[in-house]
């Protein structure tokens, strides 16, 4: 393809910018459908009590979506983005109906894995299909907008499925919403985006980035940038994964109604992904491992406090302080691995990243559960918040401040 009429940037390419940020927004509704009810619905459909029992959904969510975003980057180049992000909202469709109709628990666990694989392959090809059209100049602002329109939305779903589930009951209405946003989402990647490959091969041509030897064990283990970067990221959903599941059943024990559970575990995930409206553009001119540092801390230290608190309002301000530390970590990982790395590899490298980020998922729902059933909620929650500090420390001491792939 004659790469002479593209041209990279963020205001060459607007109209596809935007058709992929609200794309993104639709991805990660299909989430937030989940984000508030899931916990109560394994109690009150399936009378499943266990906490590693109702985190397992998390669980099957976080080991398929992390494998899915390892190939989506592997196969970009070869099938193409849009290919890609159209499959996933195709495997989204089914995920709502099963939920209403579920069963026992199991269906509960595969729609999960269903949906892992499905935000694996719609977010993983929205990020690198922006990352394709900006270039360089913009890459931060771009992951900005693209993380604030995903998470703003799995918030505000968050919240709507918790008014709804208040007024209506737990099941079937809030799963309806569902049903509307991977139609449309499909419907809006088929008719309206076209793939960005051509974007990579005008990239490739002026860029100077040295190639990596194996991406996959460097951007794990040995280039100090980038693996900073991936231990951050798993550490991060690793919590995220232990809120997802927890939070919901601390409030419930404090006699919260679902509106205000709605609200309080809604807050986390608007905070983060306004917030990324500023961060995204912050990294592009601050230093992004100042960023990584504090984002980690602040996150860490606002889940320290969650065990002792048990007013709305100093909740609802963890919950916001946790959505800023997420805020400013979050787009400036994704800018930092596409700085880091060259642009034919950086497909690949964006999803190992992603692979060992959204295990983190995994993770904080095996070790926060099991924590909780044999110790208790509150020492799961501590022992998350401790891991997380340490991996801000990870950041500070290992991390060079200069971003290259050596």
């Keep these: 393809m004659n790469t002479d009429s593209i041209q990279l940037g963020l205001k060459e390419n607007w109209k596809q910018f935007t058709i992929l940020v609200i794309v993104n927004a639709f991805v990660g509704g299909m989430i937030g459908m989940e984000r508030t009810i899931i916990p109560q619905f394994a109690e009150m459909e399936f009378g499943i009590a266990s906490?590693?029992?109702?985190?397992?959904f998390?669980?099957?969510?976080?080991?398929t979506k992390a494998i899915a975003n390892y190939y989506t980057g592997r196969l970009a180049n070869r099938f193409g983005r849009k290919n890609l992000l159209l499959f996933g909202w195709f495997l989204a469709m089914p995920i709502p109906f099963m939920l209403i109709y579920a069963g026992s628990w199991n269906w509960v666990i595969f729609a999960n894995v269903l949906l892992g694989v499905s935000q694996g392959l719609t977010w993983s090809s929205t990020v690198v299909m922006k990352i394709d059209l900006v270039g360089e100049k913009d890459r931060g602002l771009a992951m900005g907008l693209n993380e604030f329109a995903g998470y703003?939305?799995?918030g505000l779903v968050a919240f709507l499925t918790g008014y709804v589930a208040n007024k209506y009951g737990i099941t079937p209405y809030p799963f309806y919403i569902g049903i509307f946003i991977s139609v449309i989402?499909?419907?809006?990647?088929?008719?309206?985006?076209k793939d960005t490959r051509a974007f990579v091969h005008k990239e490739t041509a002026i860029d100077t980035t040295e190639q990596l030897k194996n991406v996959f064990v460097?951007?794990?283990f040995k280039n100090k940038t980038l693996s900073s970067v991936t231990q951050a990221g798993l550490i991060n959903n690793l919590n995220d994964g232990m809120i997802w599941g927890l939070l919901p059943i601390i409030l419930v024990s404090l006699n919260y109604n679902n509106e205000n559970i709605g609200i309080i575990t809604a807050i986390y995930p608007t905070v983060w992904g306004i917030g990324q409206l500023f961060t995204g553009k912050m990294s592009d001119h601050y230093s992004k491992k100042a960023m990584l540092f504090w984002g980690m801390l602040a996150q860490g230290l606002a889940i320290l406090l969650i065990p002792y608190s048990s007013e709305f309002y100093v909740l609802a301000s963890l919950s916001a302080i946790l959505g800023l530390g997420t805020a400013l970590v979050y787009p400036t990982f994704l800018s930092t691995i596409a700085q880091a790395s060259s642009p034919k590899q950086r497909a690949e490298s964006i999803g190992t990243f992603r692979l060992w980020r959204d295990l983190g998922y995994a993770f904080g729902a095996v070790i926060s559960g099991i924590t909780a059933d044999l110790f208790g909620i509150d020492y799961a929650i501590l022992l998350i918040g401790v891991l997380t500090i340490g991996s801000s420390l990870v950041?500070?001491?290992?991390?060079?401040?200069?971003?290259s792939n050596n």
């Design 51 to 56: 906490k590693t029992a109702i985190l397992s």
């Design 58 to 63: 998390i669980t099957a969510f976080g080991i």
């Design 152 to 154: 703003f939305a799995v």
């Design 185 to 193: 989402g499909f419907v809006l990647t088929a008719l309206w985006l």
């Design 218 to 220: 460097e951007t794990t």
């Design 395 to 403: 950041i500070k001491f290992r991390m060079p401040e200069k971003i």
